[in-house]
């Protein structure tokens, strides 16, 4: 006789956010115009402007609009939360000169800090220490560096450093929602006889949104790794950290400036990957460079409410109905299918927020075992609400299954 398959579910919230499509004839940021313009116009010498985030523990700045000119550049303090920069605008936006949200170079044993919404490096030492973040570089002789967008590269092993450090793993999405930042590179111990002394690692870039009815970008918007330190020529240990996050939503943008999202060096090749810049318009004539992954689409919620989005749940598993609530316990299983079900087994997910044709992956975990998948698409539907039917071959017995949705 055979065994019956006795599966447990859960529901799960998938980390890739993907918004519903809405045409409009402007976009409206939903600046309630609060904080005034941001108005740097005129000629002058290079100015340097920092702006502090402690005022602001939201990270949100509501302007009336923003005009910067060429002579001026701005950079940003984090505040205490650590989070974003995000700049609602009710009317036009010019940006002429740089704003800038990179992560910080490390100067020898101190850590490069992570632009706002991005993770600092790691320490260098006798006990060196990862970077932070999600993506963030390993410890090791040598740092490995961060990664984001793409693929930071790894630490190398030279004469005395015994061993290196790792790159970190690639996160988030193409749509840059939730809007994250990047990720600080590793710590190095370098070679203890003093030739190559220890190092830390760069920081991550922070993360911007700016959100307007029309922009024109003839300047530079920047969220670029900071680089390890070197406290000695020709020094190898430190991981560079992995560029930021830069997204833009708009009605109309315009300009040849450039968007740059590059990872942070290293002398020792453990370089921090790229960040991602999302470009969210409906007409663009922007001819500009942009330096890092890059997406463009049309998805016009700058700020998602819970109800907004993505989730995955899975509600049938070879026609047998997966309880609303289900319990997760192979004590209870939350469906028992015939032990006459031949295989491969159709399971039908369903989605809600999440753009038709999304690769939808189902994995089974069995108790005893290892896992499969396998991967379809949600071609039934609409945005709001859709279906994907995969069909997997169960392994009899118990098991976990769960539905997750591309993230890149």
């Given at each position: 006789?055979?065994?019956?398959?006795?599966?447990?579910?859960?529901?799960?919230?998938?980390?890739?956010?993907?918004?519903?499509?809405?045409?409009?004839?402007?976009?409206?940021?939903?600046?309630?115009?609060?904080?005034?313009?941001?108005?740097?116009?005129?000629?002058?010498?290079?100015?340097?402007?920092?702006?502090?985030?402690?005022?602001?523990?939201?990270?949100?700045?509501?302007?009336?609009?923003?005009?910067?000119?060429?002579?001026?550049?701005?950079?940003?303090?984090?505040?205490?939360?650590?989070?974003?920069?995000?700049?609602?605008?009710?009317?036009?936006?010019?940006?002429?000169?740089?704003?800038?949200?990179?992560?910080?170079?490390?100067?020898?044993?101190?850590?490069?800090?992570?632009?706002?919404?991005?993770?600092?490096?790691?320490?260098?030492?006798?006990?060196?220490?990862?970077?932070?973040?999600?993506?963030?570089?390993?410890?090791?002789?040598?740092?490995?560096?961060?990664?984001?967008?793409?693929?930071?590269?790894?630490?190398?092993?030279?004469?005395?450093?015994?061993?290196?450090?790792?790159?970190?793993?690639?996160?988030?999405?193409?749509?840059?929602?939730?809007?994250?930042?990047?990720?600080?590179?590793?710590?190095?111990?370098?070679?203890?006889?003093?030739?190559?002394?220890?190092?830390?690692?760069?920081?991550?870039?922070?993360?911007?949104?700016?959100?307007?009815?029309?922009?024109?970008?003839?300047?530079?918007?920047?969220?670029?790794?900071?680089?390890?330190?070197?406290?000695?020529?020709?020094?190898?240990?430190?991981?560079?950290?992995?560029?930021?996050?830069?997204?833009?939503?708009?009605?109309?943008?315009?300009?040849?400036?450039?968007?740059?999202?590059?990872?942070?060096?290293?002398?020792?090749?453990?370089?921090?990957?790229?960040?991602?810049?999302?470009?969210?318009?409906?007409?663009?004539?922007?001819?500009?460079?942009?330096?890092?992954?890059?997406?463009?689409?049309?998805?016009?919620?700058?700020?998602?409410?819970?109800?907004?989005?993505?989730?995955?749940?899975?509600?049938?598993?070879?026609?047998?109905?997966?309880?609303?609530?289900?319990?997760?316990?192979?004590?209870?299983?939350?469906?028992v299918l015939s032990a006459q079900q031949n295989n491969p087994i159709p399971v039908v997910v369903s989605c809600a927020n999440l753009p038709l044709n999304t690769q939808i992956t189902v994995s089974v975990k069995p108790a005893n075992g290892a896992a499969v998948s396998a991967t379809g698409y949600n071609t039934t539907g609409t945005l709001a609400s859709s279906t994907a039917t995969i069909s997997i071959n169960i392994p009899r017995g118990g098991g976990l299954i769960y539905a997750t949705a591309a993230t890149n």
């Amino acid at each position: 006789m055979k065994e019956a398959r006795l599966l447990k579910f859960r529901t799960l919230i998938i980390s890739s956010f993907c918004l519903p499509l809405i045409c409009l004839a402007q976009v409206n940021s939903g600046s309630n115009g609060s904080d005034g313009a941001l108005d740097y116009s005129g000629s002058g010498s290079p100015t340097n402007i920092v702006i502090d985030m402690h005022d602001h523990p939201n990270g949100v700045y509501q302007y009336t609009y923003v005009n910067i000119s060429s002579n001026w550049r701005f950079s940003f303090i984090p505040n205490a939360n650590n989070t974003p920069v995000t700049w609602l605008v009710q009317s036009n936006v010019v940006i002429n000169g740089v704003v800038d949200v990179s992560g910080q170079n490390a100067n020898a044993l101190l850590v490069g800090i992570g632009g706002p919404g991005g993770g600092a490096g790691g320490a260098g030492g006798s006990i060196p220490t990862s970077g932070q973040g999600i993506g963030a570089g390993s410890a090791g002789g040598v740092g490995g560096g961060a990664s984001f967008g793409s693929l930071g590269t790894g630490g190398v092993n030279v004469l005395g450093t015994n061993y290196s450090g790792s790159a970190g793993q690639i996160y988030g999405n193409q749509f840059l929602v939730p809007l994250i930042g990047g990720s600080g590179g590793g710590g190095g111990r370098g070679i203890p006889d003093g030739n190559w002394p220890s190092c830390s690692g760069g920081g991550g870039g922070g993360a911007i949104l700016i959100a307007a009815p029309s922009m024109v970008l003839n300047g530079q918007i920047r969220s670029m790794g900071g680089s390890s330190g070197n406290s000695y020529p020709g020094n190898i240990c430190g991981g560079g950290g992995s560029g930021g996050g830069i997204r833009l939503v708009t009605g109309i943008l315009s300009g040849t400036g450039v968007i740059q999202v590059s990872g942070g060096s290293s002398n020792a090749g453990s370089s921090g990957g790229t960040g991602r810049v999302r470009l969210d318009v409906i007409q663009s004539s922007f001819a500009g460079q942009i330096y890092g992954s890059f997406s463009q689409g049309s998805q016009f919620i700058i700020i998602p409410t819970s109800g907004q989005l993505p989730q995955l749940t899975v509600t049938s598993v070879g026609g047998v109905p997966v309880s609303a609530s289900p319990s997760g316990q192979i004590s209870t299983p939350d469906a028992v299918l015939s032990a006459q079900q031949n295989n491969p087994i159709p399971v039908v997910v369903s989605c809600a927020n999440l753009p038709l044709n999304t690769q939808i992956t189902v994995s089974v975990k069995p108790a005893n075992g290892a896992a499969v998948s396998a991967t379809g698409y949600n071609t039934t539907g609409t945005l709001a609400s859709s279906t994907a039917t995969i069909s997997i071959n169960i392994p009899r017995g118990g098991g976990l299954i769960y539905a997750t949705a591309a993230t890149n």
